[in-house]
């Protein structure tokens, strides 16, 4: 049964900094994301990488700023979020897809697993 497995959600204040992580397991997968859900607003994206390649994608309010990775452990992937805003206040959630159709198909929700998300709030 496949798993993933969200840490390190928490308060920081603005211009603070936090590292998310997500340990998956039960298989390998094509690509892993981060995607986030505020209060009142849809499940977003925010960053993906490819397994194999190790490439990387973000959405724009977060480059330069966040940083996905993939760890030595296998299917662990961190979010490394630097100078975080009030307006990245979410939800965040790790996901996972077996296949990679597209690089485009990384940006919307059809992954196959998610973890069960991790509260991230950022003050003013």
């Known amino acids: 049964q496949v798993q993933l497995i969200e840490t390190g959600g928490g308060l920081v204040q603005a211009g603070g900094s936090l590292r998310l992580s997500c340990a998956a397991s039960?298989?390998?997968?094509?690509?892993m994301g981060w995607f986030r859900q505020a209060p009142g607003k849809e499940r977003e994206f925010v960053a993906a990488?490819?397994?194999?390649?190790?490439?990387?994608y973000y959405t724009d309010s977060v480059k330069g700023r966040f940083t996905i990775s993939r760890g030595g452990a296998k299917n662990t992937v961190y979010l490394q979020m630097n100078n975080l805003k009030p307006e990245d206040t979410a939800v965040y959630f790790c996901?996972?897809?077996?296949?990679?159709?597209?690089?485009?198909?990384?940006?919307?929700?059809?992954?196959?697993?998610w973890g069960q998300g991790t509260q991230v709030t950022v003050s003013s």
């Open positions: 039960g298989r390998t997968f094509a690509a």
């Open positions: 990488i490819k397994w194999a390649s190790g490439s990387t």
């Open positions: 996901a996972a897809k077996s296949i990679l159709i597209s690089t485009q198909s990384l940006l919307n929700l059809n992954y196959d697993y």
